[in-house]
C-alpha cells in the first residue's frame, strides 16, 4: 500500500482514504468530548489532503455539532433561502428527504456560490433518520479536475470567469415555488473566476458547477454552453469522486472551495425518511490567478452569523 493508504496520528487518530483523489474517514475521535489541538489539527490536515472528510458513529446534538464547527470557522446563518433550522439554532439548516427541494435530487453543485463569498466548508450530519439504503451522497476534487486538464485548456480556463446564481445553468427555479419565489425577489448573482486560487495550499481549483454556473462571461451563449460542459464533465469523472453511504451518526465536512456534490435523490423512490443537519462556515472572497477577486452582481455577503468562539482556530484560511 502507498504511504496515503492509512496514516496514523498522535493521539489515536486514524486517517482511511476512500479513494485516490477524493475523501477519507477520521477514527479515533470521539465528537461528543472537546477536541485537543492535535486532533484539531489533524482534522484540518486531513481536510486539506483529502478535500473531504468523514466520520462515523457520532452521535452528536445540536449544540455538539456547532461547536465542532466553531473549531474550524465562523458559522454562517442556516442559509439564504430555505433555512428552516431546529429551534434555537439558527446556524443549523435541516435537510428532509421528504421535502420539495430533497426529493428531486441535486444536480452537482458547491454550496451557495451565488454569493461573492461561498462558504469556506460544509460540516453535514446525519440525524437518527437515515434509510438502510439510498440516499448517499457523491464528492469530487475540483482541484484534482483542474490539474488533469490539458497545459492548453488549463491556460483559457485561467483567464475565464463565470456569472453564478440561485437556480444555476438550467433555470431551476423557474417556477412557482415558495422558495422560487424567494429567489426572484431576493436575488443573488455572483461573478467568480473559473479557476480560483486556494488561499491556503495556493492550489488551482476548476471552480464551476452545474447547480449554480449559469455561464462563462464574455462568450456567446453557444460557446458558454459548449465549454461549460467541457468543465462540467471534468468535475464529474468517476476517478475523481468518493461516495459517503449514510447511517445515524455519520458526519461529513468538506472544503467547499475545493469539492462539489451531488445527491442522487434515489431516496425519492423510498418510504424512509433521511433527515440531515448542515453547518456552513463563512467565506473569504475567491481570488483568480490573475489576483482578480469575485464581484457581486446582485445580493450582498453571506457571513458569519455570530462571532466564533475565543478558543477557535481562524477559519479554513
Known sequence: MGKDSVTQHAGGIEIRPLSVFTGAEIHGVDLRQPLAPHQVAAIRQALARWKVVFFRDQHIDHAQHLAFAELFGRPTSAHPYDANPPDGFPQIRTISSHSTSGRRGERWHTDVTGVVNPPAASILRAGEQVPEYGGDTLFTNLVAAYRHLSPPLQALADGLRARHQFGGYNGDFDNETVYAQRV???????????????????ERALFVNPGFTRRIVGLSEAESRHLLALFFEAITQPEYTARFRWAPGSIAFWDNRATAHQGPGDFAYLDAERVLYRITLAGEVPVGVDGRESQAIAGGRFDALTPVRPEAEPALV
Do not use: I, M, Q
Open 184 to 202: 426572484r425577489a431576493e436575488p443573488r448573482v455572483a461573478e467568480h473566476p473559473v479557476v480560483r486560487v486556494l488561499p491556503d495550499t495556493g
